[in-house]
Every structure is written in C-alpha cells, then in structure tokens.
C-alpha cells in the first residue's frame, strides 16, 4: 500500500521556521523525484520546491527561493522542507507528492502550516 505521510505543521509567528517531513511507504522510494505544493482555500496547487531521486539536484519556486530547502534520506524514505523567515502568505497546507516523471503518481494527505502573531 502506497503511502505518504507529511508531518510537522502547526501554528509559527512570522519570522518563524518549521520543517516539514513527508515519510514514504509502498513503493521504490528512491526510483521517484520529491516535489512539495502548497494549497490556500478555494485556490490551485501551487509547486514549491522539487528534488531529484538521488538528491543531488534541488528546484524552488522564486517566491520561497532563499528561504526554503528541500532535503531528502533515502536510507529512511524521508524528504523534508525547512521553512525559514515565515510570513503570513506561507499560510497554507503543505503537501508533498512522489514523481517518477514530472508530476506526482502519489499524493500525501497535507499538512497545515498557519504563520500568524
């Protein structure tokens, strides 16, 4: 059974930091690129950040470039987003998504990350 499981949100103050960790299960982790979106009520999927099977190539949106790293263990079928200097508009729920080409085969469930005073 595929599965991927994201984890570490919650509420952060603007300037806060939070990591993200998505936990894969059910498939050849390490065969699949690793893209983190975010999602606002009532709007798109939004691409985020992007890292190669092997980790060694990462791609970010230009509106989180700088503040924002994706990382992956493949020893423990794990990719993470560090989020630094949080603002307001990083409010949304995270979710990552396990790619063998360009968009997602598999989908996790999300995680909510509130940046508010």
């Known amino acids: 059974q595929v599965q991927l499981v994201e984890s570490g949100g919650g509420l952060v103050q603007p300037g806060g930091s939070l990591r993200l960790s998505c936990a894969a299960s059910?498939?050849?982790?390490?065969?699949?690129?690793l893209n983190w979106y975010r999602q606002a009520p009532g709007k798109g999927r939004e691409f985020c950040a992007r890292?190669?099977?092997?980790?060694?190539?990462?791609n970010y949106v230009d509106s989180v470039q700088g503040r924002i790293t994706i990382s992956r263990d493949n020893n423990k079928k794990t990719v993470f987003l560090q989020m630094n200097s949080l603002k307001a508009e990083d409010t949304d729920v995270y979710y990552c998504?396990?790619?063998?080409?360009?968009?997602?085969?598999?989908w996790g469930r999300g995680t909510q990350v509130t940046v508010s005073s």
């Open positions: 890292i190669s099977s092997t980790g060694n190539i990462a």
């Open positions: 059910g498939f050849t982790f390490s065969n699949y690129a």
């Open positions: 998504g396990a790619c063998l080409r360009y968009t997602p085969n598999y």
